[in-house]
Each structure stands twice: as C-alpha cells, then as structure tokens.
C-alpha cells in the first residue's frame, strides 16, 4: 500500500523555485504546487547573467560548479560556456588575480592568467592592451539565460507532475506553529511544507514569522545599440578594481557597475524600477571603460 503524497507548496517560480520544482517532483511521495506571481517581473529575468564560479567562500565555488553542471545538460542555449575574464591594471589588482589563479587551482577548476595582449585578444570590443594589465581568464565560466533556465526547469517538473499556479501567495497560514496552507487572492491552499522562493519579496511574505534582513537595492545594467552579431561571442569581462563589468549579449553590448552608493528601493510589484539619477556618475564613468 502507497505512502500518501505530501502537499508541498513552492512559493515563487525563479530560477530558485523553478529549479527546487524540478529537482523535487522527481519524488513520487511529493504533490508539489509552485505559486507564480503573474504580474511580477523577477530579479531572475533582468540579471546579467554570468556565472562565474569562484567564489571567497568554498561551499559557494562548489555551488556555482554544480549549477553550471546542471545547465549544460539543458536545452542550447540555456548557458554559454563563453568564459570569464577579470582585468587589473595595478599591482595590487595583479596580485589578487594571482591569489584567485591559486584558489581556482586548489577548486578544480581551469583558469590561466594571462598577459593585456592575450586578454585583448579574447575581449578586443572591450579590453584595449597596454604595458601594465593582466587579465584572469576563467574558460569554463560562462553566462546563463535565466528565462530558458526557467523554462526547462518548468517543463521537467510539470513533465514529473508538478503544477504551476499564477497566483500571489499572501501569507502562510500555521496552527499550533505548524504549517497548514498558503492563502491566496482565490483562497488557501492546504499545504504541510512550504518552501519560500521570492527573493526580495520574501521579508514581506514572512513578517509574521521572522525577521528576514533582506533589503531590496537598486543596480544599474543598459544595453548598448544594436549591431551586427559578432563571429565569435566575448567572455563576460570584468574589471573588479573598478566595479565595472560587461557583456556579449549577441545583438548589443550590456554593461553595469557598482561604484555607486547602495540605492535602497521598494520591491512592490516589479524588480525592475525607473531610472535613478544617483547612478549617473558611475554610468559614465563606466561607459568611457567599454
């Protein structure tokens, strides 16, 4: 006699939820339904997209080498194994990226640092060479296209199962402390486990529970003009020196930058906000950079 299912409730459809549904749904004692908000704009659809897999923190290095292991078994397309490059252009800078070839060694993982002449050669549209920069080149970082990521995650649950609701979750519902359901706009639905996916709209979703110091900011990205798409794609280049990065996006150019102060904003519906006028600076001083 069969086990009954579980009701498992994921709140939130990103690359996070997505990837829980269809790593979970391969569970037959599981009945897992994922909530999408149908009018949100995710922080998963608007990021840059590179992966870059070292990380300071070695359980995040191994986190980063199991997420790309996964995306190559996805549809093309999904990730490009484009590659990463770091660029720095003072002692200090080059002595970092010499500790970084170090530790992505120690890692596993393939890197090679290389001259401004060898950089420029793998980025010309973006690295001009000189007589003092280096450049750490990372062949098997790449960039992620996070809606074909969602899309395949999807479509694996929902092959396993799993069912998708376009609708916001408006709080968890307990009793006794334990977990009994989510409550949304049409009514609750009956869960023991919840999982809760939203990112930056989580502290909102759990204020009853816990206090979640998750703070939304604001990141300026633009994408450039468009032009003809280039024959052989650029790795995702970065300058850490100068909080500057940028990328191939095959039919434009996208760069961003952190040398701005933090900009707090609001989540409410959307993660993708009109333009700040505090970014400015830092945007021009990037785009004279790519």
């Known amino acids: 006699m069969s086990s009954p299912q579980t009701n498992l409730i994921i709140i939130g459809a990103g690359v996070v939820g997505s990837a829980l549904a269809h790593t979970l749904s ?30 300071a923190l070695p359980a995040l290095t191994t986190l980063a080498k199991t997420s790309v292991k996964a995306y190559l078994t996805l549809p093309p397309g999904a990730f490009s194994a484009v590659g ?6 003072t002692p200090e800078g080059i002595e970092i990226l010499e500790e970084r070839l170090k530790l992505a060694h120690a890692a596993g993982l393939e890197a090679k640092l290389l001259s401004s002449d060898e ?4 980025a010309p549209q973006f690295v001009k060479p000189d007589e003092i920069s280096k450049g750490l080149y990372f062949p098997t970082d790449g960039v992620a296209e996070p809606s074909r990521i969602v899309d395949a995650f999807q479509s694996s649950a929902l092959a396993n199962g799993a069912t998708f609701l376009p609708t916001t979750a408006l709080s968890i519902q307990r009793a006794n402390g334990i977990v009994t359901g989510v409550t949304t706009p049409t009514g609750t639905l009956p869960a023991s486990k919840v999982i809760v996916a939203t990112g930056i709209w989580s502290p909102a979703l759990l204020e009853d529970l816990l206090h979640l110091p998750v703070i939304p900011v604001a990141h300026p990205y633009l994408h450039g003009p468009s032009r003809a798409v280039r024959e052989k794609e650029s790795p995702f280049v970065r300058w850490p020196e100068k909080g500057v990065y940028a990328r191939d996006h095959g039919e434009c150019d996208g760069f961003g930058t952190y040398e701005h102060v933090p900009v707090a904003v609001p989540a409410e519906e959307s993660a993708k906000k009109e333009w700040d006028g505090r970014f400015d600076g830092a945007v021009g001083r990037a785009d004279r950079m790519c």
């Open 84 to 89: 990463g490059l770091e660029i720095a252009s």
């Open 26 to 55: 391969s569970n037959p004692s599981l009945s897992i339904t994922v909530l999408s908000p149908p009018s949100h704009t995710t922080s998963t659809s608007l990021a840059p997209g590179l992966v870059g897999q070292l990380n």
């Open 119 to 122: 950089a420029a050669k793998l």
